[in-house]
């Protein structure tokens, strides 16, 4: 055993190899990390708060096995010390570190550049009985946000803005809104500061220059909780604070990771794992460019963890005829977005890609659908501009996607045309329908359900201002959007034929008379899908909505007329069984909040045989 010197009265001994990190063994603190080519190693200690080293550890004869080098230190007081390595001459970091000290003030980089330190963290947390909620994918209605952004505007009426104690205050309006699943952009300890050389060509100032990465995006220290997104001082405490509360209110979180280029492999894995067991979370959002996805899904320890990613090898997880007895994949693509944006648009040729992308929900997996995200336009500047405004960028507005698939709807930008803002909000009701009334798991990017704009910029990458932050005084000047999108959420959860747990088929298997989904036009049962159609009729059976838990079972008969057409269009009504007639539940050319009939309060149509939808509507009738 070797004392530290200067006065240190804490004794040196081998440590015990486990994976690189810290670990709390009895009153021993074992340090473990990985040190290539036999280069010189030291644990560096600090006092809590300070930049100076106050000890400076030799591990040249720490127990080692390969590159892996781990001594621990008896009885140290964690919450007087934090650490870093000195590897080969370098101040290092512990990529593993469960907390990061030196960045407790967002944007604090760009004043001083601060010498971070692994933080020791071993604070016993009361979880009383929490644990994952394990929701099926088909129950799920999902809210994408960023933490900042969500609560940082004056208008959000939280005291903890921009942090996990701000979003814990926005639980109950999340609740009421109906949503169950909060996905996180990037909570891990990130630099939001960048400072390099720009490498765009198209900038005459080519000096180094200062960027802001308020995303997260980048390389980060992933098994840290953001410190600058901590009210309280103590972001592992809040964050565990904040899953508590929403697995108590019925709702999952998802994180989303982004790995970077050369990231190994272990370290992914062990990341996952790690918030997976220390923060309980439900899942995560991965970028497949970098991660090993099919040895995630096949890790026998996140088996009822959600991963979600672009796709999957399904045939390197599943022998053929196998299926998971949980379904924890999904794919999470822009595919159902493009092909609702351009027909929502109105583009020529896309009744054949939308329809596909609104069945589509295969048995190995999930398929998470969204109208929008943070990459593009929001849901209202979807509908009012046709070309990206990323000036502020300080990019010449090189930058951010070009093909938003966007129609402003007559005008460009702000309107006070009647009109114009009378079509918009119509489209914006289409889009939540063509969201909510399609298999999947829906998905709402945070804000627009109250019609939040970025006022046509589709890369907020670089903003940390009202331009990014959700303004939630929209959702009091246009209220009737969010009691709309509040109805069609409750709508299609009282429906289980919108959120079927098995793709379906177009075919009648239960010899019931009626296929699972069908399509019409003009005429029953013949749908049109040449190239100028820009309207269908979509048939659920409610026939073959299998049994929940509690032995209910099947649903009515529901008849989707899409319209997206600048006239109006005749449907056929197809015949139903019975003594069963059809009546209107939802009606998104009627304004306001006004087109969803209360549950018992559906219209009765005159006209049995055919209906005429309204130019750009959707009318949802329902057999009963």
Partial sequence: MKKLDEGFNFGIKDGILHCPGVRKLGDDINFTVAVPDKKRCSLLLYQKGSEEVAASIPMGRSVRFGDIRSLAVEKLPTELYEYNYLID??????????????????????????????????????????????????????????????????????????????????????????????ELMPVYEFDEVQKKQSAMPYLSDQTEEIRLNYWGYTYGFYFAPKASFSATGNPVREFKDLVRQLHRNGIEIILEFYFMKGTKAR????????????????????????????????????????????????????????????????????????????????????????????????????????????????????????????????????????????????????????????????????????????????????????????????????????????????????????????????????????????????????SCGYPDVSYHGKRAWYGDFEVPSRSVGILYAGDYVEADSDGKGQDAYFYVTYNMHW????????????????????????????GICPDGQEILLEEQRTITVPERSIVVLMGK
């Fill in 89 to 182: 001459g370098q101040v290092v970091t512990d990529p593993y570190a469960w907390g990061i000290a030196g960045r407790e003030v967002w944007g604090a980089s760009q004043k001083k550049e601060k010498i971070l330190r692994g933080r020791l963290l071993f604070e016993d947390y009361d979880w009383d009985g929490d644990a994952p909620l394990h929701i099926p994918y088909e129950e799920i209605v999902a809210y994408s946000t960023h933490v900042r952004g969500f609560t940082k505007h004056p208008s959000s009426k939280v005291k903890a803005k921009g942090t996990f104690a701000g979003v814990m205050e926005k639980i109950p309006y999340l609740k009421e809104l109906g949503i169950n699943q909060l």
């Fill in 267 to 510: 370290l992914i894995l062990d990341c996952i794992q790690h918030w997976v067991l220390e923060y309980h979370i439900d899942g995560v959002h991965i970028n497949r460019d970098q991660v090993p996805v099919e040895i995630l899904a096949q890790e026998p320890l996140l088996s009822y963890t959600k991963i979600m990613t672009d796709h999957f090898q399904i045939d390197e997880i599943y022998k053929e005829k196998e299926k998971p007895s949980y379904r924890n994949l999904a794919e999470y693509n822009d595919g159902f977005m493009t092909a609702a944006r351009r027909f929502l648009k109105g583009d020529e040729g896309q009744l054949l890609d939308f329809t596909a992308r609104a069945r589509r929900n295969p048995g190995k997996h999930a398929v998470i659908n969204y109208m929008a995200t943070h990459n593009g336009f929001t849901m209202m500047d979807l509908v009012s501009y046709d070309e990206k405004h990323n000036e502020a960028n300080g990019e010449n507005n090189h930058d951010g996607v070009d093909f938003n698939c966007s129609w402003n709807c007559g005008e460009e930008g702000p309107s006070r045309k009647k009109r114009v803002l009378q079509m918009r909000y119509r489209q914006l009701r289409n889009a939540f329908v063509l969201l909510f009334l399609s298999q999947g798991t829906p998905l709402v990017y945070g804000g627009d359900e109250m019609g939040n704009t970025q006022s046509g910029n589709n890369n907020v990458y670089c903003q940390d201002n009202e331009l990014s932050w959700i303004n939630w005084k929209l959702g009091k000047t246009g209220s009737f959007l969010p009691k709309y999108v509040k109805k069609l959420i409750a709508f299609r959860k009282a429906h289980p034929v919108f959120r079927q747990r098995k793709e379906l088929q177009m075919a009648d298997y239960l």
């Fill in 567 to 594: 006239t109006p269009q005749e449907f056929a009504l197809p015949s139903l069984s019975g003594k069963q007639m059809w009546y209107k539940s939802v009606d998104t050319s009627v304004e306001e909040d006004m």
